[in-house]
């Protein structure tokens, strides 16, 4: 036992990947049984890497070579307070959305549930391998793995689901080949893959060529994966055709990923002096992500599906992680970290309510949506506005602080700019979330049966209610312990020169 | 000038392969040219991994002469490295053009169609009469 624990780093993946093979055959012959494995192998996950985390914060960061090869031959696995963090956000909400996933997935792709769980693992493993390797090529192989099992879990949707998949399959592999070819550069002056070695060597050929070209490259790459405005052409229709679970799922830690191997590779590979100042790369990705903000949420303002109206949302929000990351101090950093945190959540928990809504009322279209919503599904409709708030950024909900300390980030930095563009992408929030609690809440009911208040109550099933309620609940209590979290945990990372 | 376009030939090739791949991924309006222009872009950059692994006059990085570790001149041998990190890559880019054949198949098979222009108007009348 003692010795699991102290291979605990390289647990999550090994489990992930070895199960998910283990998975399909288990489905393959006992269909009935695809959902409690998955659903226990996930919370194993999700208990050991809160163990990590526990062990992070006692020992330190913990480097573990992958048999024992030491880095820069062999591939090396870090564990510090970023990646055990970032691993164990990633794992709660994938629990929680597997959780809910059992009746959406029945309903919504009836008789594929067989490989749909085994998908979902091997898209975990790929995300938990991007979180935790210290390799430079380890990464790209994770991120195909996460990457070919995201379309598949996008392509099993409604009819127009498989063309949404080709189009981000294609986006998505130019965005791989992109970061391959990136890092090939890299290789070919540094001869290392490994992060620390490259990190080491690169500040001794700052303004070579072959680095730059190699840093566009990634920099290109990442940008596609994690949908910065204006690479973002994939999102829309993904998040809009996939299936419900899938979507859930994808939505809160798909493009966050990206955003992490963004701030991995800014911070500790190229380093903060060859991104502001021998490149204006982190300026780059500012304006991008501030375009990309007010973009994003005017864009949800003018929709009228749910689910769509979400996906824009998503640009705006993997705007101010980006943003958070270009502005390259303490506090926005901070917040950028947080936020990765909180949107994932966030988004979750809105992405459920959605799932729920179409399963009781057929439809996700907000122009349909009446004050019958409010007495069939109350606590949906609950847990619909703790996020929407959160979303907004009132306090005491968690979305709150980590805008509060972007905007302390852009105060820090004097961007007065990113500060306007902070405060008035959450006017732009309220709006597009308002317009759908209104409808909710106070808009009478168009048929007579529903005004006369005989509107059975018709909440979704408690398997599909406890994790969004769980979600709506960890919004409240994150957004009080944020102080705690950002002391705890987040102060702890600290990238060389900031 | 000429010794900078000649000595590097294989580059050039490689950038040429990209552009064609590149171009068939944007231009081309037939999924299945979009996935062979993609499967190109892919090969383009395994050769360009090949091409900077390669070395005049370089060996197989086997160890022939263990006459000491004087013997061993790592300017001999030829990185083995690259030739290794491409195998991943091709067979991560056979999987990917696996998944994107089972979506095209997919796609096939409800639209009857693989010609992007007659799959937007398809896609379009599914909207106006949103029957499933």
Known sequence: MTHLLTNSPVL???????????????????????????????????????????????????HYYQGNWAPPIGIEYVLDHLSAFVMLVVNTVALLVLFHARVVVKAETPGKELGYYGTALLMLCGFNGIIITGDLFNLYVFLEIGSLS?????????????????????????????????????????????????????????GQPAVLVGLMFVFLGMGIKMALFPLHGWLPDAYTYAPSASSALIAPIGTKVGAYVLLRLVYFVFGITIIART???????????????????????????????????????????????????RWALTGAILHIMNHAFMKGCLFLTAANFRRKLGHSDISRFDWSIRKKMPWTMAAFSISALSMIGLPP???????????????????????????????????????????AYLKPAGDAEAADGACARDEAVPSMLIPTLIMALLLIILGLLSTVIADGILAHIAPPGL | MLRFLTGHYGYWFTLILL?????????????????????????????????????????????????????VNPAAYINALPHTLMLT????????????????????????????????????????????
Not at chain 1, 185 to 192: A, E, H, I, P, V
Not at chain 2, 39 to 61: D, E, H, N, R, W
């Open chain 2, 19 to 71: 552009t064609i791949g590149l171009y068939g991924m944007i231009f081309k309006r037939n999924l299945v040219k979009k996935l062979i222009g993609m499967t190109i872009f892919q090969v383009s950059i395994i050769m360009f991994y090949l091409t900077c692994a390669a070395k005049f006059g370089g060996t197989v990085p086997v160890l022939i002469d263990d006459s000491g570790p004087a013997a």
């Open chain 2, 89 to 132: 890559a091709i067979v991560v880019g056979v999987a990917t053009t696996g998944v994107a054949f089972a979506i095209v198949i997919t796609i096939y098979k409800r639209y009857k169609t693989l010609d992007e222009d007659v799959l937007l108007e398809r896609m379009k009348k599914d909207h106006d009469a949103p029957a499933d």
């Open chain 1, 12 to 62: 999550p993946v090994l489990i992930l990947l070895s199960s998910a093979l283990l998975g399909t055959v288990i489905a393959w012959r006992r269909p009935s049984l695809s959902w409690p494995f998955t659903i226990s192998v996930v919370a194993v996950v999700t208990a050991i890497s809160g163990y990590n985390l526990v062990r992070v914060l006692r020992e330190g960061p913990i």
């Open chain 1, 397 to 439: 909900m968690a979305g709150f602080f980590s805008k509060l300390f972007l905007a302390m980030g852009a105060v820090n930095g004097k961007h007065w700019i990113f500060l306007v563009v902070i405060l008035f992408s959450s006017l732009l929030n309220a709006v597009y979330f308002f317009r759908v609690l209104e409808k």
């Open chain 1, 279 to 329: 490149l204006p790369v982190a300026k780059v990705i500012c304006w991008l992500a501030a375009a990309g903000i007010i973009y994003g949420s005017i864009l949800a303002i003018a929709q009228r599906e749910l689910k769509r109206m979400l996906a824009y949302s998503s640009i705006a929000q993997i705007g101010y992680v980006a943003l958070g990351i270009g502005m390259a101090n």
């Open chain 1, 150 to 206: 995201l379309y598949g879990l996008i392509a099993v949707g409604e009819r127009k689901a498989p063309i949404a998949a080709f189009r981000y399959l294609v986006m998505g592999t130019l965005a791989g080949c992109f970061y391959l070819l990136g890092i090939g550069f890299l290789y070919m002056k540094t001869g290392s893959l490994n992060m620390a070695d490259t990190a080491a060597i690169l500040p001794s050929m700052l």
